[in-house]
Every structure is written in C-alpha cells, then in structure tokens.
C-alpha cells in the first residue's frame, strides 16, 4: 500500500512541474509561424522553423512578436497554440 502511495505523490509531483511546448501559428491558415520572437522576463527566446518552443517550466507574462504579425501579450497559457493575426496592409 506504501508502495501505491508513493507512485502516486511521484505522478501528481511530475504533473506540477512539467514544461510547456507552445507552437505559434497564423491564425487565417493555422500554419506555423517560423522563428517568433518570445520576450521572457528582458530575455529573448526563439521558436525553431515549425514555430515550436518548449519552455523548462510554465512560463507567465511574455509577449511573442514575428515579423509581418500583431504582437500578442500573453498573460498565462490556456493553449500550447498561439494564434498570430498578420499584419494587413492595403
């Protein structure tokens, strides 16, 4: 029984401290947005060329900016995607 305690108190601690994978994507086609910049804390972080990004722990406050897009503020994740609205210009 101690046994199937601990299992559990190790499941549920893994479950607080996972990372986040975010993926950035155009919110008219839903295709990824290469290398987004991600202000974290006055740091900048980069997302690969699928507009993925794994963060080591639940990141909160950060802005994503990408060239040709309106910056997004985010205030705490509720999704792993982030829709980027392009920049219309007539």
């Known amino acids: 029984m101690k046994q199937i305690i601990k299992l ?12 986040q994978e975010i993926r950035i994507i155009n919110s008219i086609d839903d295709k ?3 290398y987004g910049k991600i202000y974290l804390e006055n ?3 980069i997302s690969d060329s699928l ?10 406050g950060f802005i994503i900016r990408a060239n040709g897009y309106e910056d997004k503020s985010i205030v705490s994740l509720h999704s792993n995607i982030i829709k980027l609205k392009p920049i219309l210009t007539i």
């Not at 559990?8 to 990372?19: E, H, N, Q, R, V």
């Not at 507009?51 to 909160?60: A, L």
């Open 32 to 34: 990824p947005i290469p």
């Open 43 to 45: 740091r900048l972080l």
């Open 8 to 19: 559990f108190f190790f499941l549920f601690l893994s479950l607080l401290c996972y990372g």
């Open 51 to 60: 507009g993925k990004y794994f963060f080591d722990q639940r990141p909160v």
